[in-house]
C-alpha cells in the first residue's frame, strides 16, 4: 500500500475513534491499538512531512468541547502524554532527554497515573476562581460551579505563599470505586445502563449542569502540575509538589524523586499489582523531567511536552464464553460485530460484550459462537478478545458468518473494492438516519443544542423525522407530545433549531455528513466553490483541483450529490433557508489569502473559533503550530511558547488591535 494510501486510511480510523470516545463516550477499541495506530501514523508523518494534513489526529490534543457549558481558552495548552508500553521504551524516552540537553544524568519525579479526567484550576490571590476541562487542549468548558462540588478542592488556599498565589493547577477528577460500584447499583435498579468504568462515571458527572447532581456523585481530585513554574524559587517539579500540599491542594500519592531511569523502573515495577489495593483506578505511572529549566529547554510538540511521559500497566486477561452476536449499523452504514459474553469482573468493572471490530478479524482469530475466549482490557479501558482458547473447543461451536441483509432495516448490503468493513447501503435506513441527524446536530456541525440521541431516537422511531431536512419543518405541538419533551423543552429546541439556518454555508456541508469531508474538507469546498449550486454541477475532476482536496474527498462529494434521495434532502434545506452558499463581500476581501496563521494567547472580542473563521473566510488557512511556513501569529493576552517560536523564526506578529482593523477593513 502506498504511503499516501496509508496515511489517508490512518488518519480515517483514529478520526472515527476520536468520535467514538470522546463524543459518543461509546470506544470501539482499547487504548493500546489506538496508541499503536497513532504511533504508526506519527512515524509515517515524520518521514514524509509533505504529507501531513491539517485534519490529521496528530494536529490536535484532546477531546471535543460540551454542550451547555462556555468556552475557556487555555492561557497554557493543556497536553497529553506519550504512552509507553515497556521499560525499554522507557529507557529509549531517557536517552532522547538526555541526548537533547546534553547532560549525562538526570532526575525524574515518578507518579501514579490516575485513571480520570483531567481539569485546570485557576487561583487569583490564593481564591479559587475558574475551573475547566481539557476540551480541545486549547480550550476547555467552564466547570467551575460543577468542580467546587468536589471538598477536596480549596476554595481558598490554607496559607499564601510567594508565586503560589496566582498559580493555575492541572489535575485528575476521579469517582472512587466504592462511589463507581454504588452509582451503577443505582442506575441499574431504576433501568438505566451501567457506567463501563470510573473514568466514564467521572466524565459524564462533570457534563451534569445541575451541580446538586454532581454533588450527589461524590467525585475527587488529585493535583499533579502546575499550568507554569512559578518562580525561580521553585526550580524543581518535586519541591512545586510539595509546596502545593502545604498550600491546601490535594496533591497526587505515592510520587517518588528518582535519580535516574532504572530508579524510575523499579518503582514502576512496585506498583504493578500494589495499584490493585488502592481506592481509586490507577492504569500507569507518570515520569516527569524534574527541573523546571530543563523541562523549558526541552519543549513540546503540538500535542504532547517532551520532559514528560506515561508507562501503561499491561493489560489484565480472563477467560469467558462467546454466548451470542450482535450487529451494529453506524452513520456511513458500517456494520460492526459485538461479542455477547458470560459476564466476568476485569480490572474494577463488569464486562458482558466486546467488540470484534469487523468480519476479517473474526476469520483471522477463527471466532465461532461458544468458544471460551480470553479477553484482555487493552489500555485498562475497552475489552477486546484476545484469542480464542482451542483447547476448550467441544466441536459444538458454530461459525459466524456476516449478515446477508441489515440486521436493522433489512437492505441489501456490501463491501467496497479495498475495504474492510461490510455496510448497509440503505440510506434510509433508520440506524445510519440517526448516526447522521446527531452527526447533523452536533456542535461543530449546525449546533443544535438539545438534540441528544435519546430525542433522535424518539423523532425518528415516531416517524416525525425521515432525514435532517425535516428537522426545519418540525411542529411544536406534535414535540411537545412526546415523552419527557415539555413546552419549554420543546419551544428551546425549535430556537435551537431556528438559529441554525443561519449557520455558515462550510458548516452545512460538513453536517451533511458527506464521507471523508471533515471541517476543513467542508471550508474548502465552500470558499472555493463558493455555493451549493456550484457544488452540485462540479465534475470529480474540477473537486480534485481545489487545493488539498484529493480524490477520495472528490468521488465521496460526487457520489453524495448524485444520488436522487440525498438531492431531495438538500432540497428541502434550501425551502428552509439555510446557507447555501458563501457570503461574496467576504470572499472577496481575502485579507489573508494565500497566507498561513497561528493564534495564541487570548483574543479579546473574539473567541478563537470566530478569529479561525474570518480568517479562512478571508482566504487565509489555521494552522496550530508556528513553523518556517506560518506567515502571521496573531497574538492575544498571555501568550504561550508559539510566541517565542514565531520571534526565533522570524515571523510576522499581529496583535490583536491590528488583526481586528484588518478582518473589518473593506
Known sequence: MEVAQR???????????????????DPTISDYEYDQLMRELIELEHAH??????????????????????????????????????????????????????????????????????VSLKYDDGIFVQGSTRGDGRAGDNITANLKTLRTIPMSLVKKVKGLSDVEVRGEVYMPRREFSELNRTREQFGLSA???????AAGSLKLLDPKEVAKRHLDIFVHTVAEPPSEDYPTHYGVLCK??????RIIPHFKLCSDMDAVISYCEEWVDKREALEYEVDGMVIKVNRFAYQQSLGHTTKSPR????????????????KDVLFQVGRTGVITPVAILNSVRLSGS??????????DEILKKDIRLGDTVLLEKGGEVIPKVVKVVLETRTGKERV????????????AVARSRGEVPIRCINVACPAQVKRTIEHYASRQAMGIEGLGIALVNQLVDGGLVRDYGDLYFLEEERLRALERMGEKSAHSLLESIEESRHRPFYRLLFALGIRHVGVHAARLLANNLGSLDRLVKATVEEIVEIPEIGPAIAESVADFLRDSRNRKVLEKLRRAGLQVKTDVHEVEKEVFSGK???????????????????????????????????????????PGSKYEKAVALGVKIITREEFSKMVKEE
Open 7 to 25: 496515511l489517508r486510511q490512518l488518519r480515517k480510523e483514529l478520526n472515527y475513534h476520536n468520535w467514538r470516545y470522546y463524543v459518543l463516550n
Open 49 to 118: 512531512p509533505e504529507l501531513i494534513t491539517p485534519d490529521s489526529p496528530t494536529q490536535r490534543i484532546g477531546e471535543e468541547l460540551t454542550e451547555g457549558f462556555s468556552t475557556v481558552e487555555h492561557a497554557v495548552s493543556m497536553l497529553s502524554l506519550d504512552n509507553t508500553y515497556s521499560y525499554q521504551e522507557l529507557k529509549e524516552f531517557d536517552c532522547k532527554v538526555k541526548k537533547s540537553l546534553g547532560v549525562d544524568q538526570i532526575e525524574y519525579v515518578t507518579e501514579l497515573k490516575i485513571d480520570g479526567v483531567a
Open 195 to 201: 457506567f463501563a468504568n470510573p473514568r466514564n462515571a
Open 244 to 249: 502545593l500540599k502545604e498550600v491546601g491542594f
Open 307 to 322: 520532559w514528560s511521559v506515561a508507562y501503561k500497566f499491561p493489560p489484565k486477561q480472563i477467560t469467558t464464553v462467546l
Open 350 to 359: 463488569t464486562i458482558s460484550r466486546a467488540t470484534l471490530h469487523n468480519f
Open 400 to 411: 459466524i458468518n456476516p449478515p446477508k441483509t441489515c440486521p436493522v432495516c433489512g437492505g
Open 596 to 638: 498561513t496563521v497561528v493564534l495564541t494567547g487570548t483574543l479579546n472580542g473574539f473567541t478563537r473559533e470566530e478569529a479561525t473563521e474570518l480568517i479562512v473566510s478571508l482566504g487565509g488557512r489555521v494552522s496550530s503550530a508556528v513553523s518556517r511556513k506560518t506567515d502571521f501569529l496573531v497574538v492575544g493576552e498571555n
